[in-house]
């Protein structure tokens, strides 16, 4: 029988966490195949790891995997990944958004060939029209900038084959964008749609400044299109004052210096200001991120590994 590690991240998820185990359970006991769960505790405050616990020692299908402190869902899920050895993982979040019901589709596809089997949202139930709009852009400018295709509206979750889960893993790099590595590493790809749900209980992590360094880290880490817009922004101006200071130079040759304006000055000073501090602002993005990766630190610490059987 085909084996499917199901990698679950969790961050302070107590009052979900039960309902999730009842819900996969439900879903997975038709299932044609042999499935395990690995949930991948981020450093959780709150009682979700003695539940993992519990949960391990009633049933042990369900593993847990204890980082040493909250890292992020980004390298919560990496972690996982590391950690799964079936012939497919399936990374699912534990709120139940994603709808566990879709796993026996994406197993379906994945018997038919297919390496990766992603959900694509069909709408966003229970979000702010602002949110939406935000993230329309964010794709929109995501995949305008680099040349891998990320696709819209389409979160962590999805089926990965051996071939494709152990590629991910190759990608070691700190600055995890993890849409971006899932799209990166290309295989036979299959498009599935759902509904996401709200929340079945809890709160969502993310903010909009969360959201803002999440879109950084995105573009950051799949595109340099803002240096090299940077440069252009750069030449375009020099030319522009190139230009401007041989007019102001025949003008006083001609006409004699009037002292011209003070506003026109104090406008191009401001003007190449700006440019100049945001041109330096975007090459900080960037070296940040340099300095980040030179370091060569772990991804993520594991303080306690519970493998599922
Ligand atoms: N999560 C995590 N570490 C974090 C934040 C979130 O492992 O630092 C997990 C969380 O427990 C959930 C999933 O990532 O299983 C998605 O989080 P959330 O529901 O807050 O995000 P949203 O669905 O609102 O995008
Ligand atoms: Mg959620």
Same mark, same amino acid.
């Given at each position: 029988?085909?084996?499917?590690?199901? /990698?679950?991240?969790?961050?302070?998820?107590?009052?979900?966490?039960?309902?999730?185990?009842?819900?996969?359970?439900?879903?997975?006991?038709?299932?044609?195949?042999?499935?395990?769960?690995?949930?991948?505790?981020?450093? %959780?405050?709150?009682?979700?790891?003695?539940?993992?616990?519990?949960?391990?020692?009633?049933?042990?299908?369900?593993?847990?995997?204890?980082?040493?402190?909250?890292?992020?869902?980004?390298?919560?899920?990496?972690?996982?990944?590391?950690?799964?050895?079936?012939?497919?993982?399936?990374?699912?979040?534990?709120?139940?958004?994603?709808?566990?019901?879709?796993?026996?589709?994406?197993?379906?596809?994945?018997?038919?060939?297919?390496?990766?089997?992603?959900?694509?949202?069909?709408?966003?139930?229970?979000?702010?029209?602002?949110?939406?709009?935000?993230?329309?852009?964010?794709?929109?400018?995501?995949? %305008?900038?680099?040349? /891998?295709?990320?696709?819209?509206?389409?979160?962590?979750?999805?089926?990965? %084959?051996?071939?494709?889960?152990?590629?991910?893993?190759?990608?070691?790099?700190?600055?995890?964008?993890?849409?971006?590595?899932?799209?990166?590493?290309?295989?036979?790809?299959?498009?599935?749609?759902?509904?996401?749900?709200?929340?079945?209980?809890?709160?969502?992590?993310?903010?909009?400044?969360?959201?803002?360094?999440?879109?950084?880290?995105?573009?950051?880490?799949?595109?340099?299109?803002?240096?090299?817009?940077?440069?252009?922004?750069?030449?375009?101006?020099?030319?522009?004052?190139?230009?401007?200071?041989?007019?102001?130079?025949?003008?006083?040759?001609?006409?004699?210096?009037?002292?011209?304006?003070?506003?026109?000055?104090?406008?191009?000073?401001?003007?190449?200001?700006?440019?100049?501090?945001?041109?330096?602002? /975007?090459?900080?993005?960037?070296?940040?991120?340099?300095?980040?990766?030179?370091?060569?630190?772990?991804?993520?610490?594991?303080?306690?590994?519970?493998?599922?059987?």
């Amino acid at each position: 029988m085909p084996s499917v590690d199901i /990698i679950v991240p969790v961050y302070n998820e107590q009052d979900v966490l039960p309902l999730f185990v009842e819900r996969i359970k439900e879903v997975m006991q038709d299932c044609n195949v042999s499935w395990r769960v690995i949930f991948v505790d981020d450093g %959780s405050s709150d009682d979700s790891l003695n539940q993992m616990k519990d949960i391990h020692e009633q049933e042990s299908r369900f593993g847990y995997l204890a980082l040493s402190r909250n890292f992020g869902k980004e390298y919560a899920l990496t972690a996982g990944l590391d950690h799964a050895s079936a012939d497919a993982a399936v990374v699912i979040d534990v709120d139940l958004q994603d709808p566990p019901e879709l796993i026996p589709d994406m197993i379906a596809h994945w018997h038919q060939g297919y390496d990766v089997v992603y959900a694509t949202r069909k709408a966003r139930h229970g979000e702010s029209l602002a949110k939406k709009a935000t993230a329309s852009w964010f794709y929109r400018i995501i995949n %305008s900038m680099s040349k /891998i295709d990320i696709p819209k509206d389409t979160g962590d979750y999805r089926l990965m %084959s051996r071939k494709a889960y152990t590629a991910v893993n190759k990608l070691r790099e700190r600055n995890r964008f993890m849409k971006g590595l899932f799209a990166w590493v290309g295989f036979k790809q299959k498009q599935l749609y759902f509904e996401r749900e709200p929340r079945a209980a809890g709160e969502t992590k993310w903010n909009y400044g969360k959201l803002w360094r999440f879109a950084l880290d995105g573009i950051t880490s799949f595109s340099y299109l803002p240096l090299r817009f940077a440069t252009w922004i750069g030449m375009f101006v020099a030319i522009f004052a190139f230009l401007y200071g041989a007019v102001i130079i025949g003008k006083t040759l001609i006409l004699g210096n009037d002292v011209p304006g003070y506003p026109s000055l104090m406008v191009v000073i401001l003007f190449l200001g700006g440019i100049q501090l945001t041109a330096l602002g /975007i090459i900080g993005e960037y070296l940040g991120r340099m300095f980040n990766e030179s370091k060569q630190r772990p991804l993520y610490l594991v303080d306690e590994y519970q493998p599922p059987e």
